[in-house]
């Protein structure tokens, strides 16, 4: 470890040790997803283009990883116990899915509006759902609420040091398989992803500039960039419901500060046109938050030309009627 990880570690920051320990955690239990290329986006956006797509991820997206990592990590007295988590979706249904791998109860507090599709399919890991209105109730006093009264612990969506470092592990192993790269675009929401695949850069290929994507209805993220400081705004409306944060975390943001180039933001129609591309063209089911960087990328929001650019496909949930309905 070096000086500045020590330091980091003592204000509770992950570093790429942390990364490293969180990849042989979830070996075997999480896939190693698969990196495509399309001719098609290199010749659209003049650049050489790297998928990586986190939507085949074992309960269709990143987020299985970081709660893989961080229900592995407990102790045997809280396993027993169960976890909790709050979140519109896709961290639900990961710490529904990793608990029930690991034989540990779940309790998910989740909108009362999410996706169909994605309430369902946490109740069918086996986890206990208890649903919410996302724009009247304060989630994480609900959800604090209930893992005091239940002894249970909770697991925050990307504010935690063991979720950014299994988040991270998606970085890693695309820079493992092509190589250092000039860029590396990813979907930001409250900032796991972007937080851990910078710290996988920052090791493993330390010159790639490291774009976050938010959707333009919610741009805290690149406020709080320019201020210097974590910005919070009033939940977003998009249909990137898996970015709807309306702040950035206190362990995200210093990593995001330190090693982030720029955070843009796209709007909703050019994330349709990018799952019309990746149905039509690369036969892929990217969800609307998926989409953000690859967005970023095709609209040259990102000045992607003549690079070697990692763009994080981030999950695949969406349910075919609400996929239907985008065209
Ligand atoms: C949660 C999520 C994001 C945002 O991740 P953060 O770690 O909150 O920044 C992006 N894409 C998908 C598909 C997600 O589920």
């Known amino acids: 470890m070096t000086a500045a990880d020590h330091v980091n570690h003592a204000r509770g920051l ?70 909790a988590a709050f979140s519109s979706g896709n961290h639900a249904q990961a710490i529904a899915y990793a608990a029930k791998l690991q034989g540990v109860p779940a309790t998910i507090l989740m909108p009362a509006d999410a996706p169909a599709m994605k309430l369902a399919a946490t109740r069918g890991y086996g986890a206990e759902v208890i649903t919410y209105d996302r724009y009247t109730e304060d989630r994480e006093a609900l959800g604090r609420v209930l893992a005091e009264e239940r002894g249970l612990t909770l697991i925050p969506p990307f504010d935690h040091a063991d979720i950014i470092a299994g988040q991270g592990t998606a970085a890693a192993e695309l820079f493992e398989e092509v190589g250092p790269l000039d860029m590396l675009i990813v979907p930001l929401g409250g900032g796991g992803l972007t937080a851990g695949s910078a710290l996988s850069a920052e090791k493993l290929s330390p010159d790639c500039e490291i774009y976050g994507v938010e959707p333009e209805a919610g741009d805290d993220g690149r406020q709080s960039l320019k201020a210097g400081e974590i910005v919070t705004i009033a939940v977003p409306r998009s249909i990137a419901d898996g970015a709807l944060t309306s702040r950035l975390g206190h362990l995200t943001f210093p990593i995001i500060r330190r090693l982030v180039t720029d955070i843009l933001t796209v709007p909703d129609d ?5 799952m019309r591309f ?6 892929l089911v990217v969800e609307p938050t998926g989409c953000l960087g690859a967005a970023a990328a095709f609209t040259g929001t990102v000045p992607v030309a003549g690079k070697r650019v990692g763009v994080i496909l981030s999950g695949g949930n969406v349910d075919m009627a609400s996929f239907a309905r985008f065209f």
């Open 14 to 83: 992950p570093s790429f040790a942390d990364v490293d320990a969180a990849r042989q955690r979830i070996l075997g239990i999480a896939h190693r997803t698969p990196v495509m290329t399309s001719r098609t986006a290199n010749a659209l956006t003049g650049a050489h283009l790297f998928f990586k797509c986190e939507n085949f991820q074992r309960a269709g997206a990143f987020k299985f990883r970081g709660a893989c990592n961080a229900i592995a990590a407990l102790s045997d007295e809280a396993r027993a116990r169960g976890v």
């Open 270 to 274: 050019a994330l349709v046109e990018a």
């Open 278 to 283: 990746f149905a039509e063209r690369m036969k």
